[in-house]
């Protein structure tokens, strides 16, 4: 297989790297990239079972390719823990982000987008990405959290600056920089909601508390309330804007399933599904083995790098029918672009309803339009792909 080749930073194999991720699952389901020594997973029964064993596969080491290394990092960042410090954190943080806060949005996240939406009506070309999907997802968690409505566009800026790369790939000091802003503006919050606590998710955070086994009463520490609110910012953001973009650009390529969700409005919830399925916002997630693993006749050595390819596990043919197919009636029982087990999203619920009705409010005021391909532009990290710009013509 010498003449297989993929990594996460190489420009060239980000556009289409589907026919590729096609030709390691059949030839080379455990691939090794002799270059940066890491190992890559690409079928999706692989991935689910990676899953299934976050202490085998671990997160305490980081996620992202730049990050991964020997030393566990000390954080509070739930998605760089384990259990049994994960299980502890997220019950604290399900506490605040609960299903009754999520529910009481969708009335905000309709009137959030109307009010995004109904200034393009006539405009005949605009950016579906930056004059809508982008906006829409830091609005809602600003709102959410309790962001004064002065700060979020310069907030929504600063957190895109966060994933900027250098010509190395390598994380900028501009992202270093906008990243230091955040947290400390979010620390700040925090802060200010412990001298005049209000209605918002911020205070929800800062009295969310549990009992421990011990008796013990438990509240997040400002560091923890802090990198939650960074991991809600940079999560709720990025995501579920990459992922109206990619919707925007699939259906659209498949204009007969446009037609059927712009006729039946009861098919978007899951079409969300399938979509999530065909193009993973984020297609690329880092572990660290802590023990060996067999797999198909190779061995992966504790104290590896592996790359689970979330957007290869969508178009697996062996779990899914026709995977390179949009079809918004598949019966999507199962996709893992939300994760699985102990690290599914947390914010899956208010991702779901963000997806659903962006989707909805657009094919409202066009039921038809045109990308312009040659015009938009990929964003890219080492875990995330996206439009960052798609022009549409409606």
């Known amino acids: 297989m010498t003449d297989i080749y993929w990594d996460p930073i190489e420009p060239s194999l980000r556009d289409d790297p589907y026919p590729l991720w096609k030709r390691m699952r059949d030839e080379a389901p455990v691939w090794h990239n002799d270059r940066h020594d890491f190992y890559v997973l690409t079928r999706f029964h692989d991935i689910e079972a990676a899953h299934k064993d976050p202490l085998g596969y671990s997160s305490a080491h980081g996620t992202t390719i730049e990050v991964l290394g020997p030393e566990e990092i000390p954080t509070g960042m739930m998605i760089w823990t384990d259990p049994p410090k994960h299980s502890v954190l997220r019950k604290l943080v399900s506490r605040a982000f609960t299903t009754r ?23 005949g070309t605009f950016d579906y990405v930056q004059d809508f999907a982008a906006d829409l997802p830091p609005t809602v968690i600003s ?52 001298a005049t606590p209000r209605d918002d998710m911020f205070t929800d955070l800062l009295n969310a508390e549990i009992t421990d086994d011990d008796g013990s009463v438990r509240r997040l520490t400002d560091m923890e309330l802090t990198e939650f609110g960074m991991m809600l910012f940079i999560a709720g953001t990025e995501t579920v804007a990459r992922h109206l973009g990619w919707a925007a650009d699939a259906l659209d390529a498949f204009p007969d399933q446009r037609a059927e ?18 193009e993973a916002p984020s297609p690329v ?36 029918p026709d995977p390179d197919v949009l079809d918004v009636h598949r019966k999507v029982d199962l996709h893992l672009t939300f994760g699985y087990g102990a690290h599914f999203c947390l914010g899956a619920a208010l991702a779901r309803m963000e997806g659903k009705i962006g989707i909805e409010e657009t094919l409202k005021r066009w039921p038809e339009w045109t990308v312009d391909r040659d015009g938009a532009q990929l964003l890219y990290t080492s875990t995330v792909r996206g439009y960052v710009n798609l022009p549409i013509t409606v």
């Open 285 to 320: 997630n880092g572990r660290w083995t802590t023990v060996d693993h067999e797999l198909h006749g190779t061995t992966i050595p504790a104290g590896s790098k592996v790359m689970l390819l979330t957007g290869s596990a969508g178009r697996d043919e062996r779990k899914y």
């Open 261 to 278: 969700l712009a006729a039946d409005h009861s098919l978007i919830p899951n079409a969300v599904e399938e979509i999530l399925r065909y």
């Open 101 to 123: 806060r999520v529910t009481e949005m969708e009335d905000r996240i309709r009137e959030i987008t109307m009010g995004m939406l109904d200034p393009l009506v006539g405009a």
């Open 143 to 194: 709102t959410m959290l309790g962001v004064p409505e002065a700060d979020r566009d310069h907030l929504r800026h600063r957190i895109d600056a966060i994933f900027e790369l250098d010509e190395d790939g390598e994380r900028s000091a501009h992202a270093a920089e906008a990243g230091a802003e955040v947290f400390g503006y979010l620390m700040n919050q925090f802060a200010e909601r412990k």
